[in-house]
């Protein structure tokens, strides 16, 4: 499969036979003057900077990862630098879509708070699956965020530009915090699907052999049984149960310890061995912070 690198936002432009970009290292598209060129031939991308897409109206499949995502109106969605993607269209279809592109590159970030600051937004993690959903009022919001931006680096450029454009972008992506904060909560129904979905999978672990030949279940692990990224399981299991994947993970490990200590004449080493632990001290260790009681101290509260 061939893959084009799109190295900066001057190259993106000329291969989208867009006007040269009035700031070297940011950007705001319109979908709807991008004209690919005729030559290029290849459907996977990469791009080596920031993305953030608002999406109107998009008549074609994209893949990123290997998720696939037919977009619907009023759609965010956020894409890293490097990361591989794949635009489908139907055979004799020409590309129709709508919104704006919002691009930037990491240099743009260079001395600035949001170039470390940009590392915990973990919706440029989400697969396009995980995209946000947005409502009028929402995508309202954004669009003038966007083209309070690209009115900005179309003005003159002077020593306020730089500390105004990343104002602006840090708080686009403040928004769009607090916005997939609500999708969280609103989706309850699809959200607590996955939920009853992630117990499933993570009760039929522990119960299988997997715990004790391969340890404790990693978060890759489970968000790829989901078909979700980590980072998106690890943001919707905190917003509704107050829990990271790995402490509810744990809080799982401990429940089944109990049982073994106050139902089983097991030894504590024997049980941390079943429980996937190489080392019983380990699991001792995990178990008194969790319980403030020791393995042995517990089982006596029950004999």
Not at 54 to 80: R, S, T
Request: no cysteine; charged share 25%.
């Amino acid at each position: 499969m061939s893959i084009l690198h799109i190295k900066n936002i001057t190259e993106y432009h000329r291969l989208m036979q867009l006007p040269k970009p009035q700031h070297p290292l940011v950007s705001v598209v319109n979908f709807a003057d991008i004209k690919r060129k005729e030559n290029i031939t290849v459907s996977s991308f990469t791009h080596g900077f920031y993305s953030i897409a608002l999406k109107q109206v998009f008549n074609g499949k994209m893949k990123y990862g290997q998720q696939e995502y037919d977009f619907d109106e009023g759609v965010l969605a956020f894409i890293a630098p490097n990361q591989v993607m794949r635009i489908e269209v139907e055979d004799e279809q020409k590309l129709n879509h709508s919104g704006r592109l919002l691009i930037f590159h990491p240099d743009f970030l260079w001395n600035t708070s949001l170039a470390q600051k940009i590392k915990q937004y973990d919706f440029f993690g989400y697969e396009l699956t995980e995209a946000l959903h947005l409502s009028d009022k929402e995508q309202n919001t954004l669009t003038d965020l966007m083209q309070n931006i690209n009115q900005e680096y179309n003005s003159n450029i002077d020593k306020f530009s730089q500390d105004v454009l990343i104002s602006q972008l840090e708080l686009l992506l403040t928004y769009s915090e607090r916005f997939y904060h609500r999708q969280f909560i609103t989706r309850k129904k699809s959200n607590h699907r996955i939920l009853e979905q992630f117990e499933t999978l993570l009760n039929n672990y522990f119960k299988s052999k997997d715990l004790q030949e391969n340890g404790l279940p990693t978060v890759n692990y489970l968000s790829a049984s989901l078909n979700l990224s980590s980072n998106y399981l690890s943001r919707l299991l905190k917003t509704i149960t107050g829990k990271s994947p790995q402490e509810y993970i744990h809080e799982k490990l401990m429940q089944l310890a109990k049982e073994k200590l106050s139902t089983t004449e097991l030894t504590v080493n024997e049980i941390a061995y079943s429980l996937g632990f190489e080392h019983p001290q380990s699991f001792g260790k995990l178990f008194k912070k969790k319980t403030e009681l020791t393995p042995l101290e517990f089982r006596k509260l029950y004999n």
